[in-house]
Every structure is written in structure tokens, then in C-alpha cells.
């Protein structure tokens, strides 16, 4: 049999190195309080009185009996809820419409979808800002798309560096750069960037390329600062948002991508036509109906709960500064050794004793571009947030305190640090 998967199968999928979540180590068995993964622990944004299983066609609930059929492919009236929350008539006076989006499954979807749109494999790059979400250079390496990275301003603003990118935009590889991809609020730094940062990269006079804002988390920043409806007003802006975060619906899958209309129409021509199964458009239309005020009251406890986090944590021995800003549902917090410096050791010691002998999950994120030390931790509800201070509080006392972990560990601990993809 002449079959070889090393040479039959594409070489930059043989290389991948998949997406890594925390939760490829700690699974979600039921007991662990999970704060890794950014999700809104306060639940869907549902008046669960509306949320019936429901036999009857003309009901906006789950229509069970309808699964015989395939979904509609162009989710119309979806597309006008999220317009309608959208339309704030703050950053234009234009409305966003139908044709202005593209829905996926998660904003995943269409963060690689863009990628495909505009990147030829082998060819095009994309440039990304580095601390930053990992699936950007996950999906570039999948479509055999390179990476072009201009690091974030430094900690704590972790602003956008407007002079380096505009520079590389400019360079010699600007004319097979076609897409940036800035994040806001950022993840793990949780900055929401300036506006005219942004504007500055639009205006960029030669660069003939795209920018893609992920505006995942921008429910929990304060109010208006989504710029989807700018979109009306640039041919090359996308803006990608999600149910996953403040609407507390990771598990439907529902991403949007909202950009000019002729964007839009590439997205929506090069998509699987039935994109969006039944059950998520229809959970996905009631939480953009009777679900917003759900999850503007769970996006209010999750700040409460954020403020309590900002204030507690840096009561206790042995964390350190808060890096990045508060405008999401979680903080990146650094960890120090005992002379008081930000330590990866540290870090990752106390990110494995409070998942292995606490049961409460976070996420390393050490090493990241300038996040030496931190710990990103997702806003739980209040119980969780009390059960995450006094267990990081036992752990950071073994830690500092009398238990050191022996210089044995430390030298394995080190060992791990280094080869961790985390
Ligand atoms: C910045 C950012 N963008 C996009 C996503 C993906 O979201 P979705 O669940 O819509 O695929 C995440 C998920 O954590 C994220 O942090």
C-alpha cells in the first residue's frame, strides 16, 4: 500500500499546532469552577418563560418537529435583531442592514472565512497584534496564510502601535499583508482600543488590505463603544462579535461578521449554505428579543463581581499587578515569586494546584508577548468569585509561605514552562 499520511496530507496541517484550551487538561466534570474560557457563568440570556419546546411553526421557540428541514440560508430576520441592537446611531447616522452581515458558527467561523476570502495559501499573510486571541494564528497556519506580528504597546494600556503598523503596512511585505486582525477588548489584555487608532490603520494611504476588529467581549466596556455600525462607513472595516460572552450562549455557536455590503456578499457566497442549524437562530432571535435585558443584568453582576476582583486580589501575598484593562469579563493578573517579581514558575504553579487540588480552573497565560507571570481569570458569579479568592489565597500561602515547593520542582516546573503550549 503506497499510502503515507506524512506526504498525502497538507504540510502546514502536519505542523499545526492546534488551538490549546485549559480545558484540554481540566475537564468540566461538574465539580470545577470553571473561569478559563471567558463564558458568562450567570447563564443564557433567555426569559426562560418564553423557552418552550414548541410544536407549532408560528411559535418563536425551538420548533423540534421542523428539524426535518434544513435551516434558512440567509437567516434574514436574525440578521435584522443583531442590526437592530447594533443601529446606536453614535458612530454614524447610516443604519446597518441585513446586507451589512455575515453569520457563522461562532465568530471562529468567520475568522476563518476571511482568511479564505482574502488570503491566497502560500502567498498572503495576515498581521496580528500580539497578546492576543489565538485562533487568529491558528486558522492563518490551517489556510497556509503567514503571520506578520506587531506587538500591543506595553502593559498595562496595551494599546495598539499605530507607527509600527501603519510602518509594516508600508513595508516590503505590505503588499501581501491583507488582513489585520486587533482585538477589542482585547483577549487576554482586556483594553478596549481607541477609535482613532483604528481610524488612523483604515486611512492607511497605500495599503490596499482589511482590518478586522473582534469586538467579542464589547458587552462588557461601556456603552456604545461597539463600532459595528461604523461599517457603513468604510468599504475595508469588519467587525466581529459573538452570543458566546456577555449573552452566555458559547453553546448555540452564533457568530457575526458586519461589514460593507459588498464584503458581506463575498462571506455569504463562499459559505456552507446551511450554515446555522434551527435550534441556534431560533435561541439566538429570543436572546436578541426578550434576552436582552438578561444580559444586560447578568453583564451588570459580572462587573460587580469584576470590581470585587479588582479590589480583593491584590489583598493577598504574592499577586502582583493587574495588566491590561477591566474592560471585559476577565483580568489578567501577574503572580510574583518572593523577591516580588512577576514569575512564570510561580504562575504556573499556582494555575495547576488550583485546578488539581481546588477544582477551580484559570488560564496561564505567561507566555504570551508581555504577560509574564499572569494568570487571565474569567468573572464567575459571586459563590465562584469567594471560592477563587480563598482557594488562590491557600495555594499563593503554600506558595510563599512555610511549603516552598522544594528546588526540585521549581527546576521541573521551570522544564515545563519552557515546552508548555498553553
Ligand atoms: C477575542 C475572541 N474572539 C472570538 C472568540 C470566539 O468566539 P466564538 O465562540 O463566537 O467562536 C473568542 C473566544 O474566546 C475570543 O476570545
Given at each position: 500500500m503506497a499510502f503515507d499520511l506524512e506526504t498525502c496530507a497538507r504540510y502546514n496541517i502536519l505542523a499545526l499546532e492546534p488551538y490549546r484550551c485549559a480545558r484540554d487538561d481540566y475537564k468540566d466534570d461538574g465539580t470545577n469552577i470553571l473561569l478559563d474560557a471567558n463564558e458568562n457563568a450567570y447563564g443564557p440570556s433567555l426569559s426562560l418563560s418564553s423557552l418552550s419546546i414548541s410544536t407549532s411553526p408560528n411559535d418563536l421557540s425551538i420548533d423540534l418537529l421542523g428539524l426535518n428541514r434544513y435551516p434558512d440560508p440567509h437567516q434574514a430576520v436574525l440578521k435584522q435583531l443583531l442590526c437592530d441592537l447594533r443601529n446606536i446611531h453614535v458612530h454614524t447616522s447610516k443604519n446597518i442592514t441585513p446586507e451589512n452581515l455575515f453569520v457563522g458558527v461562532g465568530s471562529d467561523e468567520a475568522i476563518d472565512a476571511l482568511l479564505r476570502c482574502f488570503c491566497v495559501p502560500g502567498h498572503d499573510k495576515i498581521l496580528?497584534?500580539?497578546?492576543?486571541?489565538?485562533?487568529?494564528?491558528?486558522?492563518?497556519?490551517?489556510?497556509?496564510v503567514g503571520l506578520v506580528k506587531v506587538p500591543?504597546?506595553?502593559?498595562?494600556?496595551?494599546?495598539?502601535?499605530?507607527?509600527?503598523?501603519?510602518?509594516?503596512?508600508?513595508?516590503?511585505?505590505?503588499?501581501?499583508?491583507?488582513?489585520?486582525?486587533?482585538?477589542?477588548?482585547?483577549?487576554?489584555?482586556?483594553?478596549?482600543?481607541?477609535?482613532?487608532?483604528?481610524?488612523?490603520?483604515?486611512?492607511?494611504?497605500?495599503?490596499?488590505?482589511?482590518?478586522?476588529?473582534?469586538?467579542?467581549?464589547?458587552?462588557?466596556?461601556?456603552?456604545?463603544?461597539?463600532?459595528?455600525?461604523?461599517?457603513?462607513?468604510?468599504?475595508?472595516?469588519?467587525?466581529?462579535?459573538?452570543?458566546?460572552?456577555?449573552?452566555?450562549?458559547?453553546?448555540?455557536?452564533?457568530?457575526?461578521?458586519?461589514?460593507?455590503?459588498?464584503?458581506?456578499?463575498?462571506?455569504?457566497?463562499?459559505?456552507?449554505?446551511?450554515?446555522?442549524?434551527?435550534?441556534t437562530s431560533e435561541i439566538a432571535c429570543q436572546a436578541l428579543q426578550g434576552g436582552i435585558s438578561v444580559m444586560r443584568s447578568n453583564v451588570e453582576k459580572i462587573v460587580g463581581q469584576r470590581e470585587r476582583l479588582l479590589s480583593e486580589l491584590p489583598k493577598l501575598k504574592g499577586i502582583g499587578r493587574f495588566r491590561g484593562g477591566s474592560a471585559s469579563n476577565f483580568l489578567?493578573?501577574?503572580?510574583?515569586?518572593?523577591?516580588?517579581?512577576?514569575?512564570?514558575?510561580?504562575?504556573?504553579?499556582?494555575?495547576?494546584?488550583?485546578?488539581?487540588?481546588?477544582?477551580?480552573?484559570?488560564?496561564?497565560?505567561?507566555?504570551?508577548?508581555?504577560?509574564?507571570?499572569?494568570?487571565?481569570?474569567?468573572?464567575?458569579?459571586?459563590?465562584?468569585?469567594?471560592?477563587?479568592?480563598?482557594?488562590?489565597?491557600?495555594v499563593l500561602q503554600e506558595v510563599h509561605g512555610t511549603t516552598r515547593p522544594t528546588s526540585a520542582a521549581i527546576e521541573e516546573m521551570k522544564e515545563i514552562t519552557a515546552n508548555a503550549v498553553l
Open positions: 496580528t497584534c500580539p497578546p492576543t486571541y489565538g485562533m487568529y494564528a491558528v486558522s492563518a497556519q490551517v489556510n497556509d500591543l504597546l506595553p502593559a498595562p494600556e496595551f494599546g495598539i502601535d499605530v507607527e509600527a503598523v501603519t510602518s509594516a503596512l508600508s513595508g516590503s511585505e505590505s503588499n501581501t499583508i491583507k488582513l489585520v486582525y486587533i482585538c477589542s477588548p482585547g483577549n487576554p489584555t482586556g483594553s478596549l482600543i481607541q477609535k482613532s487608532d483604528v481610524q488612523k490603520i483604515l486611512e492607511h494611504p497605500t495599503w490596499n488590505g482589511v482590518v478586522v476588529l473582534d469586538e467579542a467581549y464589547i458587552d462588557f466596556a461601556h456603552e456604545n463603544s461597539s463600532l459595528a455600525e461604523w461599517v457603513t462607513e468604510w468599504p475595508n472595516l469588519v467587525v466581529l462579535q459573538t452570543l458566546s460572552k456577555a449573552f452566555g450562549l458559547a453553546g448555540i455557536r452564533l457568530g457575526a461578521a458586519f461589514t460593507s455590503e459588498p464584503i458581506a456578499r463575498l462571506l455569504n457566497n463562499m459559505k456552507a449554505p446551511y450554515n446555522i442549524p434551527n435550534p489578567l493578573v501577574e503572580l510574583v515569586d518572593a523577591t516580588g517579581n512577576p514569575d512564570n514558575v510561580t504562575a504556573l504553579h499556582v494555575y495547576e494546584k488550583l485546578a488539581e487540588t481546588k477544582g477551580v480552573v484559570v488560564r496561564f497565560r505567561g507566555k504570551e508577548h508581555g504577560c509574564l507571570g499572569c494568570l487571565r481569570i474569567t468573572v464567575g458569579t459571586e459563590k465562584e468569585v469567594t471560592r477563587l479568592l480563598e482557594q488562590i489565597e491557600v
